[in-house]
């Protein structure tokens, strides 16, 4: 018999090299939320939770918890609102389009200050991701 499990969501780990970038970029910038952060010594490299609505991200500073460079997908609602506000913070580092994709989606893409890329999505139709 196959025990049926419930997935209740996926939580990306980024590597970060910087705490006050990845809260400029993170939080000022995208609009995350800070939800908690942990050191084991006040010396030693930070791990935090970063959230926006129902998407969690984790960034580490801990050699080993990820490769820098990683890339992730984020579907969200409306586009065209997030890359509006996105626009009027007028970022120093990071000003993306949006562009739309053959496989029928509108997409907004941004390198993190880590080389990490994140893609947030908005499907055209119903019937395509």
Do not use: Q
Request: net charge negative; glycine share 4%.
């Amino acid at each position: 018999m196959i025990a049926i499990t419930t997935i209740k969501g996926v939580t990306p780990i980024f590597r970060m090299f910087d705490e006050k970038k990845a809260k400029e970029f993170y939080i000022d910038y995208l609009g995350f939320s800070l939800e908690w952060e942990h050191r084991f010594e006040s010396d030693m490299p930070l791990y935090m939770e970063v959230r926006l609505d129902d998407c969690k991200l984790h960034l580490s500073e801990h050699y080993g918890d990820c490769s820098p460079g990683a890339a992730v997908r984020i579907e969200i609602v409306d586009i065209v609102a997030f890359h509006t506000n996105l626009k009027n913070k007028k970022y120093t580092y990071s000003r993306p389009g949006i562009e739309t994709s053959p496989w029928h989606t509108r997409e907004v893409c941004i390198t993190d200050p880590f080389g990490n890329k994140i893609t947030f999505y908005e499907s055209l139709n119903d019937n395509t991701d």
